[in-house]
């Protein structure tokens, strides 16, 4: 049972230019969302968060849509760097869950020059 | 540095050893996270603590998996009788209590059983 899905395994966009990650999940009691980078062979790094109450969230290059009612969110990085290229997690946690995350399965993004 | 610390980084064993593995989470946050990743995968939950207190467990988290966390500061992770099923990264992560906090992970440590 996989509430929290990233449908597409990988993305490649060139320097520069807009990379956009999806999300989908199912369970309507998700109130948190957050988005981790990952390298190979080491943690998840927290990149970017947002609660249910909102519709958007920005943080520098980094910009997090969240729409309710389709239950999909997606990361925004403009402008694409190379240094971006890694696994996109994105995961959910809910109210009353002890902040426990259900995370997707991950999008490989590469920044191409 | 003040981060979520693992260790050992990497460890090799043979199956039916033990292992454990340690964490040191962030200083001041009293929850501590259990975390499993395999190839191709996202982390998977494991188990967490708040403060010394294990509060939920995984049904991922088999008889011959043991977590503590004895004075609420660091937590150790240990697999008994390892399978080669076992091979995955483990993550450890903290956090405080508050409700949506943001959830920092350490390095992890790679298991390999052969």
């Known amino acids: 049972d996989q509430q929290v899905k990233q449908n597409s395994p990988s993305l490649s966009v060139q320097e520069g230019r807009i990379s956009i990650l999806n999300c989908d999940y199912t369970?309507?009691?998700?109130?948190?969302f957050l988005w981790y980078k990952k390298y190979p062979a080491e943690g998840p790094t927290f990149l970017i968060s947002i609660s249910s109450i909102k519709d958007k969230n920005e943080d520098g290059r980094f910009t997090v849509f969240l729409n309710k009612s389709a239950k999909h969110l997606s990361l925004h990085i403009v402008p694409s760097q190379p240094g971006d290229s890694a696994v996109y997690f994105c995961a959910a946690t809910l109210t009353g869950g002890g902040n426990k995350l259900t995370f997707g399965t991950g999008t490989q993004l590469k920044v191409e020059l | 540095d003040t981060g979520v610390s693992q260790d050992p980084r990497h460890k090799i064993t043979k199956r039916g050893q033990n292992v454990t593995f340690r964490c040191d989470p962030i200083s001041e946050h009293n929850r501590l996270y259990w975390y499993r990743q395999t190839l191709g995968q996202g982390p998977e939950f494991l188990t967490y603590f708040q403060n010394e207190a294990q509060l939920e467990k995984s049904r991922l988290l088999s008889d011959r998996f043991s977590a503590e966390r004895p004075k609420g500061s660091f937590s150790t992770l240990e697999i008994q009788r390892t399978e080669q099923g076992d091979s995955a990264m483990y993550l450890c992560?903290?956090?405080?209590?508050?409700?949506?906090?943001?959830?920092?992970f350490g390095e992890g440590s790679w298991l390999t059983v052969v």
């Open positions: 369970n309507s009691m998700f109130d948190y």
């Open positions: 992560a903290s956090s405080l209590t508050v409700s949506g906090n943001t959830i920092y």
